[in-house]
């Protein structure tokens, strides 16, 4: 089973609002696969809007989008866009232009990601909306440190790294997950004793473990497969630092603050957002994730309890939760669908 993604846990929470709202929702869902799911989530999408006839299309991803494109232009369907993170640099396919342009109206969780969109699509403006990710409280919790989680990848008392992502070769770089195993040796020299544990899978495991095995790190670095969503709770309560120096991606990640809500304390890449969105310092670090010393130093910080505004434990979870609970991500998904429908 598979760690469910972060535009799946969008979909999720915004098709709980507007069902919450009483409004008659139809979901169709993208399964993985190549060139025949693909073909039959299209047809599954056509068929649902000429039988459903919805008043709203809501595409959470720019691919889904150019569907929702030709069903605007020939049954007259509006429809929405949310982009996410890379794919909005730069967006070069004539049909993917169109169907942002079309779009009533653009999404995205991010505001660096919105100045990407707006940049190349300034005439959206009006119709731009952002969306952070949130974090359900309920589900993520602080736990304790899971014995038996701990047995189970042979780790003692070594201080806990980690980070959860799909190893995916059409993101080399853009998690950061390399750049960390490259400032381990760094971290080494000041905790000897240290464990990183990264929670994914993808075709770009055997680059990975290849660097693993070039900087002679097989006892120091674990990687874990795909894992079941309901076990990433242990695995954020197992580390004493999440890690995600991504490029591409702002914050907030959905990971980063299922780790914030566990309390734990993370350390992200500053490309994307600056200092305010990690309240000051309070909810981690935020680095140059190409700079391999800073993450190092970062990581040692928080591990070492250096880090001098940073907070903890129950602290820690509970002002995130003030800035980015459940509630609070409810009451915009409701704006948004009035700003679809309202437009």
Known sequence: METIGGI??????????????????????????G?????????????????????????????????????????????????????????????KRRAVRTARIVVAPFRWTMGNILRQFPEVERR?????????????????????LKRTLGIGSEKVICTVARLSSLEIGG??????????????????????????????????EALINRLHLRNHVTITGAVPDQALVEYYNLADVFVLPSKGEGFPA??????????????????????????NGELGILVDPDDRGAIAGAIISIVSGTAPKLLKGEALRRRTLEVYGLEKSKARIREF???AYAS
């Open 337 to 339: 669908i009035e700003a």
């Open 8 to 33: 799946q846990n969008v979909a999720k929470k915004i098709s709980g609002v507007i069902q919450e709202a009483g409004i008659l929702l139809k979901v169709v869902e993208r399964k993985r696969g």
């Open 175 to 208: 998690k950061g997950y390399d750049r960390v195993i490259e400032s381990l040796p760094r971290v080494r020299e000041r905790i000897p004793d240290i464990k990183y544990v990264i929670v994914g899978d993808g075709d770009d495991r055997p680059r990975v």
């Open 128 to 148: 731009s909306f952002i969306l952070p990710n949130s974090v359900d409280g309920e589900r993520f919790h602080i736990t304790g440190k899971p014995e038996a």
């Open 254 to 279: 959905i990971v980063l603050l299922e780790a914030l809500a566990c309390g734990t304390p993370i350390v992200g890449g500053n490309r994307e957002c600056g200092d305010e969105a990690f309240a």
């Open 35 to 95: 060139l025949l799911a693909k073909l039959h989530f299209t047809l599954s999408f056509v068929w649902n809007a000429l039988v459903f006839r919805p008043t709203l299309i809501v595409c959470i991803h720019i691919n889904f989008a150019v569907v929702a494109y030709f069903l605007h232009v020939f049954l007259r369907i509006p429809f929405t866009v949310e982009l996410h993170g890379v794919e909005a640099v730069r967006i070069t396919d004539p049909l």
